[in-house]
């Protein structure tokens, strides 16, 4: 480790003391990419497993604002710098990508940083905690000519991406109906681990932690998968719930769980279908269930991450349609959204996960959230 990295003051570490009006000028290697992450909390390991597997890849920096946690993270993934001060990584290291694994908070700050130094970023979801930082992000990867990817997990499935294709080719005819569901089980079982104890839950549960609730932690992967298939969302009517979680205040500490726990959407498609969209953490017997059903009027497709992501079932054909057949259409392998990233980065291409795409799917949030207190569907205006 060098003694750059070595000295760093944790004390005076940070995220809101950080400089990020730094001039552009990254540079882009054509035989090794140089990636750097910052957060090296637990989906960090998942960037960095992914990353390091990758021929002409390099992990070349990491950072946290605990900076133990990222020297620890540093050793464990053989990264040759560690940081505790975001701004003091992107001036100091030459990179031609960065991983944002950090709290929702800091999406939008880190990532316009490292835009404004024209480096590729991939940014966990979801893209920010408002429409308008999302706008802003879309807006500066545009400007600067930069590829921005979010990073939506479920888009690795080779199911959903096929099916996507098959629908959006108008393979079932048009859309008349969509029904997609995100269920977890972790506020009425133990399988995760017990929410009452274990820390790494409360910021899922407590609005003062940043949380957006279900809806932006799980909703916006079910909406993106959603418009990945079936086009874009026109409009939505949604309802958000918290439930009393039969505690004593309902609060864990200082922190009150007031972040919602459920939501169920009404949508209307682009293409003038209807469906419904919802998720929750309630959802006993359901330990990570994701499925998105698509009919027709030519035929359906259903797209079920729990049983195989990847496959998806389909039934379409003058015969199939009389009398309802179901058959499994394995799909080849895809690339990941990594592999995407480094692609992306090497061709200097946007790819489909980009920040348009993480706009549209905060536009889903922003309107849901806006749709339930307001009481009314409302269109979406990306």
Not at 142 to 150: E, Q
Not at 296 to 324: F, H, I, N, T
Not at 362 to 377: F, I, M, W
Request: with cysteine; hydrophobic share 40%; net charge positive.
């Amino acid at each position: 480790m060098s003694s750059r990295a070595e000295y760093r003051d944790v004390r005076k570490a940070g995220w809101k003391g950080c400089r990020f009006d730094m001039p552009a000028g990254g540079a882009y290697s054509r035989s090794m990419i140089r990636i750097g992450i910052i957060g090296t909390g637990s989906m960090a390991a998942t960037h960095a497993r992914s990353f390091a597997a990758m021929r002409g890849v390099s992990l070349s920096a990491c950072c946290d604002i605990d900076g133990e946690k990222a020297k620890s993270f540093a050793r464990r993934w053989n990264i040759p710098r560690w940081y505790a001060d975001a701004a003091e990584m992107l001036e100091s290291e030459t990179l031609d990508g960065v991983a944002i694994v950090t709290t929702d908070v800091m999406h939008a700050p880190l990532s316009l940083a490292a835009i404004a130094r024209g480096i590729a970023v991939l940014c966990e979801k979801p893209l920010a905690t408002t429409l308008a930082d999302a706008r802003r992000m879309r807006d500066a990867a545009a400007k600067h000519n930069v590829p921005a990817m979010v990073n939506f997990s479920y888009r690795n499935s080779a199911g959903a991406q096929a099916a996507a294709v098959l629908v959006r080719g108008g393979g079932i005819g048009r859309i008349m109906h969509v029904e997609a569901s995100y269920l977890q089980s972790w506020l009425a079982q133990a399988a995760w681990g017990d929410w009452r104890t274990d820390p790494r839950f409360t910021w899922r549960l407590s609005t003062a932690h940043g949380s957006a609730g279900t809806l932006g932690d799980i909703g916006c992967h079910i909406y993106d998968l959603v418009s990945l298939i079936c086009g874009d969302i026109a409009s939505i009517t949604c309802r958000l719930s918290t439930f009393s979680k039969g505690i004593a205040g309902d609060r864990i500490g200082p922190y009150v769980l007031d972040a919602n726990d459920s939501f169920v959407s009404t949508i209307q498609l682009a293409g003038g279908g209807i469906g419904t969209v919802h998720a929750t953490r309630w959802a006993t017997g359901h330990h990570n269930s994701i499925r998105v059903r698509v009919y027709g009027d030519e035929g359906a497709v259903d797209v079920d991450l729990d049983r195989d992501p990847k496959s998806y079932r389909v039934v379409k054909g003058r015969a199939a349609v009389r009398k309802p057949q179901w058959r499994d259409v394995p799909c080849k392998p895809v690339p990941t959204q990594y592999e995407r990233f480094v692609k992306s980065i090497r061709t200097r291409t946007n790819d489909p996960s980009d920040f348009a795409n993480g706009t549209r799917i905060q536009a889903y949030l922003d309107a849901s959230v806006r749709s339930d207190k307001e009481r009314r569907p409302l269109r979406i205006r990306p």
